[in-house]
């Protein structure tokens, strides 16, 4: 289907209507969550699948996370146990996914899963999210709605500027309060922290009793979150500074004197939503970033994996 640009649409009961009817027709449709704006399409349509991954420019190994509105719809695709109910109880919805083992006649499309015998779902909190999943009926398909590789969107701006042209449609509903993407568990065997994420490891912990494993890059699948260089803006980005040197910009953390400060009362949470808007703006000025430390406990972890990430060498 020859698109005439992307739509944008209000975050009302006919926007939300509309763009479940591009989903149906198998038409992608980026729509704002908790975490992340995210890039949406029919789960169980391999063509819709497949024109997310054309989308993004992302590589097709990497599996798609399906969103659904309910624990009783993600129950009709996996295996559900003791631990996935403790903590889609305790989570859900919000930003937690949970790697769980399909069931029979799932219907889902093999390119979500990439060809594995699990799946990753999600019961996003966000409004917007949810009336759109529960207008669709069905399972959403949806990365992060960027270029593969590039920042994170966390505005319908971010959008634009990476997929104009190339979606039917944006559902608008301003910045995203989280920030950073779900926290990834996986279920399927021990269960393992995969990504962190939106949700705190100490918080899963605590009401799962019991450590995760942590995933070793080289255990199992090579996936987008995991890749070395990932969220990275085009300037060098260097991590831990303490004052900027030669032509960067500072990005601060607490009271430091600095271009742009993540949260200068020191608040993760703060820090976490600010992270891919402030990278996002840093990215434009053209100019090496520097960054000030960041303490590594509760959503501190997330927020410096995704900068370790930003700040890894390049492959090309
Ligand atoms: O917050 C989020 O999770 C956002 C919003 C849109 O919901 N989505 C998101 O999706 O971050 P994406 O595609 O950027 O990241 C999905 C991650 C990838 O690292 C992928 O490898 C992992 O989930 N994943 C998906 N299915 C998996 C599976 N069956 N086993 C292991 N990892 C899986
Ligand atoms: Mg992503």
Redesign the pocket.
């Known amino acids: 289907m020859i698109l005439n640009g992307t739509l944008d649409l209000a975050a009302d009961l006919g926007g939300v209507a509309k763009a479940a009817d591009f989903l149906r027709q198998g038409l992608l449709v980026a729509f704002a ?1 908790e ?4 890039l949406g399409g029919d789960a169980r349509n391999s063509d819709a699948v497949a024109g997310i991954y054309h989308a993004k420019g992302r590589p097709s190994f ?4 399906a ?1 659904v509105a309910s624990v009783e719809a993600a129950q009709r695709f996996v295996e559900w146990s003791d631990r996935a109910e403790a903590l889609a109880a305790a989570f859900w919805p919000g ?1 937690l ?1 949970l ?1 769980l083992p399909l069931r029979a006649n799932h219907g889902i499309s093999p390119l979500v ?1 990439a060809g ?1 015998d ?3 779902v ?1 019961v ?1 909190a966000h409004g917007t999210a949810r009336a759109l999943l529960t207008a669709f009926d069905g399972p959403v398909a ?3 709605a960027n270029p593969s590789g590039q920042i994170s969107p966390t505005t319908a701006a971010h959008v634009r500027a990476g997929l104009d042209g190339r979606i039917a449609a944006i559902l608008d509903d301003g910045p995203c309060g989280v920030g950073l ?2 926290t ?1 568990v ?1 279920l399927a065997g021990e269960p393992a922290l ?2 962190p ?2 949700v705190a490891l100490e918080q899963i912990e605590t009401v799962l009793d019991a450590q995760l494993h942590l995933h070793q890059a080289s255990d ?2 090579t ?4 890749l070395q260089s990932h969220y990275a803006p085009d300037a060098p980005v260097r991590l831990n500074a303490g004052t900027p040197q030669g032509d960067e910009v500072l990005l601060g953390f607490g009271q430091v004197s600095c271009d742009l400060n993540l949260s200068e009362d020191g608040n993760l949470t703060e820090a976490a939503a600010n992270l891919f808007s402030a990278l996002h703006r840093l990215n434009s000025m053209g100019r090496p970033i520097a960054v000030s430390p960041i303490p590594d406990h509760g959503l501190g972890a997330a927020i410096n994996d995704r900068l370790r990430r930003a700040a890894a060498p390049r492959d090309s």
């Open positions: 969550t975490t992340v704006y995210g990497n599996p798609l996370i969103h930003p996914t790697v899963t594995l699990t799946l990753a999600r996003p949806a990365p992060s993407e779900s990834i996986g995969l990504r994420g939106g199992m699948l996936a987008p979150g995991q």
